[in-house]
């Protein structure tokens, strides 16, 4: 805007030059971005995986040669997140392939003329649980991880129950 003197009154018609607002878009609420479909980002973005498993084993070897107490620490902190994240990622893989299972399923009881059923969340969390069983019986851990659960339900039973105080 023009610089005007502060003595001299304004005038009430004032010409002023318009400045064009510069509108901010959110990527993910835009419709030029186009729709997320979580196959083509994997697919399209799969190479960062490689590069992943490359850093992560660059973190292992610097963690073998550290002497450093707090470096060791840092770097061991890093490895824990690095193997979380991977796995969150294989979790959430093995999801999206069941759904699409039960899709692919759904489709072809359609195409036989049947109606389709769709599972309750609740059918959908027992048929996950049997196959998180059924993978724990596998790899031979499915007593330690049903001791770990007693222990847990154990203690959470204790904390409801009355102390003797109360008595």
Do not use: W
């Not at 003197?5 to 002023?16: G, N």
């Not at 002497?67 to 840092?74: G, L, Y």
């Not at 692919?104 to 969340?121: H, I």
């Amino acid at each position: 805007p023009l610089e005007m003197s502060a003595k001299k009154p304004v005038p009430f018609l004032r010409q002023v030059v318009s400045v064009r607002k510069k509108v901010h878009r959110d990527p993910r609420f835009d419709d030029l971005s186009g729709e997320y479909n979580p196959d083509i980002f994997m697919k399209t973005y799969s190479f960062l995986d490689t590069i992943k498993k490359q850093e992560k084993e660059m973190v292992q070897k610097q963690l073998k040669k550290c002497r450093n107490v707090e470096q060791k620490e840092k770097l061991q902190q890093l490895l824990n997140r690095m193997t979380q994240q991977e796995q969150a990622q294989k979790k959430q893989q093995q999801v999206r392939e069941r759904e699409l299972a039960l899709k692919r399923q759904q489709r072809e009881l359609a195409k036989q003329g049947k109606k389709p059923f769709f599972l309750k969340k609740s059918e959908k969390r027992k048929l996950e649980l049997a196959e998180k069983y059924a993978e724990l019986k596998r790899s031979g851990k499915l007593e330690s991880f049903l001791s770990k659960k007693r222990k847990r339900n154990a203690i959470k039973d204790k904390r409801r129950l009355p102390s003797q105080k109360d008595l």
